[in-house]
C-alpha cells in the first residue's frame, strides 16, 4: 500500500508517516519544506518515499499534488496540513485567515473528493481528514480555525454517511485529537493550559483508529469526555467557557 501524507515535514504529519512506513507501506510526503521532507526521506529509507513539495493554499497547487500522487496508486490519504491563528476576529489578519480557509478547508475537501472518486470506483482505500477536537464547538479568539475544523468534522461525517448508505468499503474518517505538543502552538501564537499529547502519540491513535475504521477519533479518555460532555452545554454557556480557556492560551 501507499499512502499519501500532507503536511508531512513536522508534527503530526511526520509522526503518522513514520508510523506507517512501520507498518511497511510506501510514501508519498508532501509539504512546503523540501529540505525537512528530504531529511524524513533519508529517515524511513529513500526507496521508499517521494517527495512532492507543494503549497496546498492555492487550489492549482492542490491538483497538481493530485496528480502526481495518483501515479504511485495511492490507497491512504491523510490529510493533515494546517495551521492556526490566535487573537481577536476584528483584529486578526485577514489575509493569513484566508489562507487558513484555503489550507484547513479548501485543500482538505479539493484532496478528499478527488481521491474519493478513484478509490469509490475501486470500492477501497482510505481518507483521514485530521480535524481537531476544535471542531465541535466555536472558539472565541481563535474563531476561525475552530470553524475551519468545524467544517472537517461535518464534512468528514456527511461523506461517511454517504458511504455507508452505498455499502461502500471506503473509509473516511476524521482525527480529533486536543493539545498536542507540535510546532503548531508557534504558528499560532499560543501556550495550552492544558498539558497536551505528544505527536508520536496522537499519530499512534490515528492510524491505529484510521484502520479500525472509527469515523471520529478522538485520542485519550480525558478528551472524549470534554468533546461529548460539551454536547450537554448550551452553545452561548460553552462560547464563554471556551472564550475564558483561550485568554489563558494567549498568555504567554
Given amino acids: 500500500m501507499t499512502a499519501l501524507v500532507t503536511g508531512a515535514s513536522s508534527g503530526i504529519g511526520r509522526e503518522i508517516a513514520l508510523k506507517l512506513?512501520?507498518?511497511?507501506?510506501r510514501l508519498v510526503i508532501s509539504g512546503r519544506n523540501k529540505e525537512k521532507l528530504e531529511q524524513l526521506r533519508d529517515e524511513i529509507g529513500a526507496n521508499r518515499v517521494r517527495i512532492i513539495v507543494a503549497d496546498i493554499s492555492k487550489e492549482s497547487e492542490c491538483r497538481r499534488l493530485y496528480e502526481e500522487a495518483s501515479e504511485y496508486n495511492i490507497s491512504i490519504v491523510v490529510n493533515n496540513a494546517g495551521f492556526g491563528l490566535f487573537g481577536k476576529f476584528c483584529e486578526s489578519k485577514l489575509e493569513r485567515e484566508l489562507e487558513m480557509i484555503?489550507?484547513?478547508?479548501?485543500?482538505?475537501?479539493?484532496l478528499t473528493k478527488l481521491f474519493l472518486r478513484d478509490f469509490t470506483e475501486k470500492n477501497k482505500g482510505y481518507i483521514l481528514n485530521v480535524a481537531s477536537a476544535a471542531g465541535f464547538m466555536a472558539g472565541p479568539l481563535m474563531s476561525t480555525y475552530y470553524a475551519t475544523k468545524n467544517?472537517?468534522?461535518?464534512?468528514?461525517?456527511?461523506?461517511?454517511?454517504?458511504?455507508?448508505?452505498?455499502?461502500?468499503?471506503v473509509y473516511v474518517g476524521a482525527f480529533c485529537p486536543g493539545p498536542v505538543k507540535t510546532p503548531f502552538n508557534d504558528v499560532a501564537g499560543v501556550d495550552f493550559g492544558l498539558r497536551g499529547i505528544t505527536a508520536k502519540y496522537a499519530a499512534e491513535c490515528a492510524v491505529k483508529g484510521m484502520f479500525e475504521r472509527r469515523t471520529l477519533i478522538i485520542p485519550t479518555l480525558k478528551m472524549k469526555i470534554c468533546v461529548y460532555g460539551s454536547r450537554l452545554i448550551p452553545d452561548n454557556a460553552l462560547a464563554a467557557v471556551t472564550y475564558n480557556i483561550q485568554t489563558k492560551k494567549g498568555e504567554h
Fill in 21 to 25: 512506513a512501520r507498518k511497511g507501506m
Fill in 102 to 110: 484555503d489550507v484547513n478547508i479548501k485543500a482538505v475537501h479539493i
Fill in 151 to 169: 467544517y472537517v468534522v461535518k464534512l468528514t461525517q456527511a461523506i461517511n454517511e454517504e458511504l455507508r448508505v452505498q455499502g461502500s468499503d
